[in-house]
């Protein structure tokens, strides 16, 4: 703004053209900035890079992201200090009026001192002459969320691949996909689609609404009540007139439906933190410790069904990486932190299982053998990235049935759910724990040691792998060096040894 008054005065342009002036800056600024986050996703507030980054377009099916550096690469704390150094601070001088590229605040011995740096990496193999694209949108929303966002923020109507496609793309119709649980409705071959916009209009607000709730208020036990209910339970949608008079329309969320996926993070998040109020608030008995723990399973079966349920859009939305990547990394920290935790004592598992466990070895891929030598990451590069991939997918499907019960154990909703990446017996049929209820009290049981062992070394080894297949396509999306990729390996290693 102060060049731009600058420019003015040199120009010898009168007062009046103040407001335009201004409203020009700001237009300049709102189509060009960027919102800046930190590690872990938390906003700092908007900035504007130069133009090499600034003329990037955007996409929902991009072939690039982007992410932010804040520090040299030996410095990782983020304290007051660091903070007060992150200061954006405007520059002025004669040359440029003010605008000051971000390359150049990291010129030098000024370097990164005022600014984090952006770098943008690709995520598809991009043709010479193809278009870079990012995203400016979260791409887990369906088309019409999308579209206007892209307008309400940026003024324009997007007419991407992904956008313009007929019928729409696989993953769009599955973002928005419910299911019917009143088979006369079914049967009277009514089409759903008529009914699938007002359902989800309604219901994304309810669920919008209860999510703002807990984040402004902080109750995560109405919270999960509230949205298990309605997971679970599925919602009315209206009368309908059919030859013996009215029925109404019960509807559920498709699990790849965006509020499903959303009512899962959140889920997650809730669990974890009541199973840390939980400790908290209540005595350490070993009563309150079981039910923290419980908390802390249901969280981790959230997150797992999350990443399963995304993983399976990825595959066909290869832009989805960046989700996936969060979503893998969260399943597999909560998971190890299932592990780990010293409840097990309570259930005849002593800790000293734990060195048993990390020694342990996948015999169907190779994801578990790497650490030691982090050569995965270099693998990731050289080997077909598909073969990977397959490989770590048939071993978390094969090992979760093994402790999926055991680990939902307690929650309704995710009861109905076979394993975390089966998605085809769906909410129809409750596929509760017949076999063995892993909860008894008599837990020196030999019989229940037996299932919690195996139960612990399936957690331990899906865990690991899910942390493992984050941190690859954390490599691919971010780099070698990256947050994600230094986070991730610093944790299964400290679990490690
Ligand atoms: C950061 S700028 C991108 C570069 C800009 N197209 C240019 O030529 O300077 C953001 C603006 O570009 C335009 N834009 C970006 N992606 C677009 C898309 N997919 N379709 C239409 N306009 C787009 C919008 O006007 C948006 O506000």
Same mark, same amino acid.
């Given at each position: 703004?102060?060049a731009a008054r =600058? ?6 342009l009168d %007062?009046s ?5 201004e $409203? ?10 960027v919102e800046v986050?930190?590690?872990s996703?938390?906003?700092?507030g908007?900035a504007? *890079? ?7 377009n955007h996409s929902?099916s991009?072939?690039?992201?982007y992410?932010?550096? #804040? ?8 304290g ?8 954006i601070?405007?520059r002025v001088?004669e040359e440029n009026?003010? +605008? ?6 990291? &010129? ?17 193999r991009?043709? &010479?002459? /193809?278009?870079?694209?990012?995203s400016y ?11 206007? *966002?892209?307008w309400?923020?940026?003024? !324009?109507?997007?007419s991407?691949s ?7 793309t696989?993953?769009?119709?599955a ?10 409705f079914?049967?009277a071959?009514?089409d759903?689609n008529?009914?699938r916009?007002?359902?989800n209009k309604k219901?994304?607000?309810y +669920? ?5 709730e @807990?984040?402004?208020?902080?109750d995560p036990?109405?919270?999960? =009540?509230?949205?298990e209910s309605?997971?679970e339970g599925?919602?009315?949608?209206? %009368?309908l007139?059919?030859e013996d008079? =009215?029925s109404?329309?019960?509807c559920? @969320? ?7 996926l959303?009512?899962y ?5 809730? *669990?974890?933190?009541?199973?840390s109020d939980?400790?908290?608030?209540h005595? =350490?008995?070993? /009563?309150?410790q079981?039910?923290? !723990?419980?908390m802390s399973r ?11 349920a995304t ?15 969060? @979503?893998?990394? %969260?399943?597999? $920290? ?8 010293s409840?097990?004592?309570l ?16 015999? $169907?891929?190779?994801?578990m ?6 050569s995965?990451?270099?693998?990731? /590069?050289?080997?077909?990235f ?8 048939a071993?978390?499907?094969s090992?979760?049935?093994?402790f ?10 995710l $009861?109905t759910f076979?394993?975390?990446?089966d ?6 049929a409750r596929?509760?724990?017949e076999?063995v209820? #892993?909860? &008894? ?13 195996n139960?612990r070394?399936?957690?331990y ?5 899910c942390l493992?297949y ?6 691919i999306? *971010? ?8 986070h ?7 679990f490690?040894?």
């Amino acid at each position: 703004m102060a060049a731009a008054r =600058k420019l003015r005065k040199g120009l010898s342009l009168d %007062q009046s053209d103040d407001v335009s002036l201004e $409203e020009a800056v700001l237009c300049l600024v709102v189509t060009n900035a960027v919102e800046v986050q930190d590690e872990s996703g938390r906003s700092l507030g908007i900035a504007v *890079y130069d133009p090499s980054f600034s003329w990037i377009n955007h996409s929902c099916s991009p072939n690039a992201c982007y992410r932010f550096i #804040f520090s040299p690469p030996n410095a990782t704390s983020f304290g007051e200090d660091s903070c007060s150094a992150l200061r954006i601070v405007p520059r002025v001088s004669e040359e440029n009026f003010g +605008v000051c590229s971000c390359s150049e605040y990291n &010129k030098g011995t000024e370097g990164y001192k005022y600014g984090p740096k952006i770098m943008v990496r690709s995520i598809k193999r991009i043709k &010479k002459g /193809e278009e870079v694209c990012v995203s400016y949108t979260d791409l887990l929303q369906p088309k019409a969320m999308r579209q206007s *966002y892209l307008w309400f923020n940026h003024q !324009f109507t997007c007419s991407c691949s992904r956008c313009t496609v007929s019928p729409s793309t696989f993953v769009d119709h599955a973002l928005e996909e419910i299911l019917a649980s009143n088979p006369s409705f079914s049967s009277a071959g009514l089409d759903l689609n008529l009914y699938r916009d007002e359902a989800n209009k309604k219901l994304s607000h309810y +669920v919008d609404e209860t999510i703002t709730e @807990f984040l402004s208020v902080g109750d995560p036990e109405s919270c999960c =009540k509230k949205l298990e209910s309605v997971l679970e339970g599925g919602f009315h949608v209206e %009368q309908l007139e059919s030859e013996d008079g =009215k029925s109404r329309l019960n509807c559920k @969320f498709h699990p790849f439906n965006h509020i499903a996926l959303n009512s899962y993070m959140t889920l997650a998040s809730a *669990y974890r933190i009541r199973s840390s109020d939980f400790l908290a608030f209540h005595s =350490k008995t070993d /009563e309150s410790q079981l039910k923290a !723990f419980e908390m802390s399973r249901i969280s981790a079966g959230f997150s797992l069904l999350l990443a399963g349920a995304t993983h399976h859009l990825f595959c066909s939305e290869s832009s989805l990486i960046v989700s996936a990547v969060n @979503f893998w990394k %969260q399943a597999g $920290e909560s998971l190890l932190t299932i592990a780990g935790s010293s409840v097990w004592n309570l259930l005849g598992l002593p800790i000293s299982e734990l060195s048993t466990l990390v020694k342990y070895k996948c015999s $169907e891929c190779s994801l578990m053998d790497i650490f030691g030598a982090k050569s995965i990451l270099n693998q990731a /590069e050289r080997t077909n990235f598909e073969n990977i991939s397959s490989d770590f997918l048939a071993c978390v499907r094969s090992a979760s049935p093994k402790f999926w019960r055991f680990l939902i154990h307690g929650c309704h909703y995710l $009861e109905t759910f076979k394993d975390p990446f089966d998605f085809r017996c769906l909410a129809h049929a409750r596929c509760v724990a017949e076999d063995v209820d #892993f909860i &008894k009290e008599d837990s020196n049981c030999e019989h229940h040691a037996e299932s919690y062992t195996n139960a612990r070394t399936h957690i331990y080894k899906v865990g690991m792998h899910c942390l493992v297949y984050g941190v690859i396509l954390a490599h691919i999306c *971010y780099g070698q060096n990256s947050h994600l990729t230094t986070h991730v390996l610093n944790h299964v290693e400290n679990f490690v040894h």
